[in-house]
């Protein structure tokens, strides 16, 4: 009996782009599918407590509002402020984003990628770094809160 192949048929196809971003569309259409669960939530950048309005002014790649976050969420009005100066803490938090991020696709490049060469290797992740900085500084003040919402809410 032959087996029909579903995946991909060697490994290029594996990391081409329609075969990468069908997948990447399929999880973020399963998400959305499941708009109440703190994934959702933490991907989507949305309010800790009601779950709807958006935790940040704008999207985190707005260069003129980056890592603004509202003084109240629009939706149900709760405070993302308890604090003045709260969100220093997350700093520590974007430290460990990034040396988890960066040592991961390091390590990554070197397994998937053997013959780049560690000067190509530098190159792409100093381009990473720069395009993914907003993203890790945006998700670095929501987890930030998240750690500290949850415990003074119990």
């Known amino acids: 009996m032959v ?8 490994k290029r196809e594996l990391f081409s782009l ?6 990447v569309f399929l999880i973020i259409k399963m998400l959305k599918s499941i708009k109440s669960s703190d994934l959702y939530n933490f991907i989507f ?3 800790l407590h009601c779950k709807k309005g958006n935790f940040f002014v704008s999207h985190p790649y707005d260069f003129k509002k980056i890592g603004q976050v509202h003084k109240n969420c629009p939706e149900c009005q709760r405070s993302n402020f308890p604090e003045p100066g709260f969100y220093q803490g997350a700093m520590y938090v974007s430290y460990g984003f990034g040396v988890a991020l960066y040592m991961g696709l390091f390590i990554a490049m070197n397994i998937l990628f053997p013959d780049l060469g560690m000067k190509n290797i530098i190159i792409v992740m100093s381009v990473l770094f720069v395009l993914l900085a907003p993203l890790t500084f945006a998700y670095s003040k929501i987890t930030w809160a998240k750690i500290n919402f949850s415990k003074k809410e119990e």
């Open 45 to 47: 950048l949305k309010c």
């Open 18 to 23: 329609p075969f990468l971003l069908k997948y």
């Open 3 to 10: 087996r029909a192949h579903v995946g991909p048929q060697d």
